[in-house]
């Protein structure tokens, strides 16, 4: 099971990024897969995952309205989709997947790609 993050990068406050998660190794429409992130000091986020039982997104308080997930199950990527970027969105984002559930939770992942940094400046 393979996961990698990628279209981080700098940009202002109120401004979009769309973060994309390229996947291979599993049946992509199978897993839970979702997005989380990271500052140092804090523990890992979960910000949006889409369930495997029936597909239903599920997204932190924080983020709600703001960030969209999607996934393009003919292409396996995961794209995470955020507008309206405030300074405290800046964080290391990481997409992972697991096999069963519906949580959004770090430790019910088991597979995690490598982080990509997302910068929001004032």
């Known amino acids: 099971v393979q996961l990698q993050a990628s279209w981080g990068g700098l940009v202002q406050a109120g401004g979009s990024l769309r973060l994309s998660c390229a996947t291979s190794?599993?049946?992509?429409?199978?897993?839970?897969i979702g997005w989380f992130r990271q500052v140092p000091g804090k523990e890992r986020e979960g910000v949006s995952c889409?369930?495997?039982?029936?597909?239903?997104?599920y997204y932190a308080d924080s983020v709600k309205g703001r960030l969209t997930i999607s996934r393009d199950n003919a292409k396996n990527t995961l794209y995470l989709e955020m507008n309206s970027l405030k300074p405290d969105d800046t964080a290391v984002y990481y997409c992972?997947?697991?096999?069963?559930?519906?949580?959004?939770?770090?430790?019910?992942?088991?597979?995690w790609g490598h982080g990509t940094q997302v910068t929001v400046s004032s």
């Open positions: 889409i369930s495997e039982s029936d597909g239903s997104a």
């Open positions: 992972a997947a697991d096999d069963f559930g519906s949580s959004c939770h770090h430790l019910d992942y088991d597979y």
């Open positions: 190794g599993f049946t992509f429409d199978d897993y839970a």
